[in-house]
């Protein structure tokens, strides 16, 4: 095949498909125009397009309109599909539920494959019905207004927000959304399993070396979080998600899920006041009910790091009180488990693991620290 074009097989919702050579270089506008020439529908609107979606091997890469080829594909065949072309927009109708991925109160994850191609998404939906169930008992009304239901909906764009600004290499990709009658739905990247799953297949938790490889993938997504100043909030290992590269599952990266309960600090020195998150998780300011700002997420990644070296937490309780008990007795005594080899690993831990938000390291000097060298 001539390495200055590419072959294409052009599908939009329940339009025509065809193939079509482009030459490299070409805008994608460019490229949109001439399928609708080429089926007689010249006069579709570019302006009605919301996303456009490359599809190649099972990868999905959302891209731009003013994007050439080259900063996508080279010399592959792959697929094209648009969404929003006037009233042709793509919606989870066209995947097919091939299983339950996780379930809770409000929210199903499963996952799908799309209609007609041979890729699989997540697809995770939250029941709107089951939240207003849940209002009319909290709020003692027998029936849910939409004024006291849009601050769920702003809950779901601020979800949806977050996501799409810590897009990168290690945070879920996201290929579409919708906010329905009866439930909000976000069409994601699959992945093969959490990284808790993974933990609890290995004997002895992972190495110091496993470890840092494992952060150096997150502090991607970290710093883009640290960037914005959004707080993660339950930051965990069931929220962190495994996707195998190899066949033979010797490597894998980890991507960063589930901002249902993020936020964004408008100023650096904005804080939180609302109880979230997974309280064995939980930084001690949280769990007292203080105040509290991103540095809670600097905690929880101290747990977890613990929890992948050691297989267990290190502070333990079945109630806020009983947790905080035993940061306040334990303090750093727990880190005595850490192998003497691993001095680097311990140092930071001893500085995430800080009961003081005033006195745990900060997101910068978290990325600069020596156990990352």
């Known amino acids: 095949m001539n390495s200055n074009y590419y072959n294409a097989l052009f599908n939009a919702g329940n339009l025509e498909r065809i193939n079509i050579k482009i030459k490299r270089g070409t805008i994608i506008s460019d490229i949109i125009k001439e399928y609708f020439i080429r089926i007689n529908k010249p006069n579709l609107l570019l302006k009605n397009i919301d ?131 009866k439930e909000f739905t976000i069409i994601m990247e699959l992945c093969d399993e959490t990284l808790f799953h993974l933990l609890c297949r290995k004997k002895n938790g992972f190495s110091s070396e496993e470890i840092k490889s494992i952060l150096l993938q997150l502090n991607n997504v970290f710093k883009r979080m640290n960037y914005y100043n959004i707080s993660h909030r339950d930051i965990k290992l069931n929220n962190i998600l495994v996707k195998y590269l ?3 599952k010797t490597a894998y990266k980890v991507l960063l899920s589930d901002y249902g309960i993020s936020n964004q600090l ?54 806020e009180k009983a947790i905080l008990k035993q940061i306040d007795q334990k303090g750093q005594s727990v880190l005595d488990v850490i192998d003497k080899k691993d ?18 390291i900060s997101w910068e000097d978290y990325f600069e620290h020596p156990f990352f060298k």
């Not at 091939?98 to 409000?106: H, R």
């Not at 509290?292 to 050691?310: A, E, R």
Request: hydrophobic fraction near 30%; proline fraction near 2%; aromatic fraction near 14%.
């Open 51 to 181: 996303n456009i979606y490359f599809i190649s091997n099972g990868k999905i890469l959302n891209t731009s309109m003013n994007e050439t080829l080259e900063s996508i594909f080279n010399n592959l065949y792959f697929s094209f599909y648009y969404i929003e072309v006037l009233n042709g927009r793509e919606n989870d109708y066209n995947y097919e539920i091939i299983d339950t991925i996780k379930e809770n109160v409000f929210t199903t994850v499963y996952k799908a494959k799309r209609k007609g191609y041979d890729y699989f998404v997540a697809i995770k939906k939250i029941d709107k019905d089951k939240i207003k169930e849940e209002m009319k008992f909290t709020m003692v009304k027998d029936e849910i207004t939409e004024e006291d239901f849009k601050p769920e909906i702003d809950k779901f764009n601020k979800e949806l927000e977050n996501m799409q600004k810590c897009q990168c290499n290690n945070s879920v990709d996201i290929y579409d959304y919708y906010d329905k009658e």
């Open 246 to 248: 190899n066949d033979e």
């Open 266 to 319: 408008y100023s650096l020195t904005q804080k939180f006041t609302t109880h979230a998150g997974t309280q064995l998780i939980m930084a001690p300011e949280i769990l007292n009910d203080e105040e509290y700002s991103n540095k809670c997420d600097l905690w929880s990644l101290g747990v977890i790091i613990y929890q992948l070296y050691t297989k267990t937490f290190p502070y333990k309780g079945t109630v």
């Open 343 to 360: 001095k680097k690993l311990k140092d930071l831990l001893s500085k995430l693991l800080v009961r003081n938000p005033k006195d745990r």
